[in-house]
């Protein structure tokens, strides 16, 4: 029952999203979780249209913010705004205040706008001078940057990248699957026409349902001893936080969800590993120099850890 209306949340986005079946399972895997994702590729590859596509798919709210250098943290948050009538201040919510929240080339915007997330993405609440206010349920941000190398990017700062579940990738498509693309799009854009395969209820039913999944004392050994071991490695600054353990263990779940089991398998793991730790991990200068990146780190980690 779970997995088939799981299905239909895949099958209605590749209606729009055309050959990323993988890249659409680890949104849904977010959105399961209540996980963020950060989506980094080159300009013109469908990363907005991916998080638009999931909130329609689940007749979901969502905004998006434009984040641009002069973008100001009560942009994202909202704030307070005198009322004449009361001579009272009251809250005027931000574009935060949604289900699914597109934070679009997070990275061309200034780190003091870029932190307004940090307690958004963590604790789900907005707080301002001394109040709080509470998100929708559910919520999660979709953020999207260029790479570091692009004119006008600023590096996200390592507390926040921390937050992000996962970071994801598009690709290029086939060229097959980019013949279908544009003559899809020659008279309208598909996503126009999509309509809702679930409800929001059914996908709160499903994130309780993560929360059920089995996982083995053996797996979860597991899961920490790759984790850590990226604390040990030499070419390694700064190693991946228990935040990324929690996260491994929670999408793994997700996983075997959408794979239709109410257990997790190593193979869940092992598939998911890779897009929890590349982000959080940052590499040391010399290894830099001698061309090593995380996923030759997270390789040697997969090599060296035991199978349970």
Known sequence: MHSENLKKIIDNMEKVIVGKTDTV??????????????????????????????????NADFKRIQFTPDLLPSDVTGGFIFNPQTRDFDFKKGPVFTNILLADEINRTTPRT?????????????????????????????????PIEYQGTYPLPEAQIDRFSMKINMGYLRMEEEV?????????????????ALDLEKVLELQEEVKKIQVSPHIL?????????????????????????????????????LEGRDYVIPDDVVNLLPWVLKHRLILQPKALIAGKTPEHIISDLLRSTPIP
């Not at 977010?30 to 013109?44: F, N, S």
């Open 25 to 58: 399972k680890l949104l849904i895997v977010g959105l399961l979780t209540k996980g963020h994702i950060l989506i980094e590729d080159v300009p013109g590859l469908g990363k907005t249209m991916l998080a638009l596509a999931l909130a329609k798919s689940i």
């Open 114 to 146: 870029q932190s307004a997330l940090l307690e958004c993405m963590q604790e789900y609440t907005v707080s301002l001078d001394g109040k709080t206010f509470a998100l929708p349920n559910p919520f999660i941000v979709v953020a999207t940057q260029n």
């Open 180 to 196: 279908k693309v544009i003559s899809e799009q020659k008279i309208q854009h598909p996503i126009e026409n999509l309509k809702p």
């Open 221 to 257: 050994d597991y899961i920490v001893k790759l984790v850590s071991a990226t604390r040990k490695k030499e070419e390694v600054k700064l190693g991946a936080s228990p935040r990324a353990s929690i996260a491994l263990m929670k999408t793994s779940c997700a996983w075997a969800l």
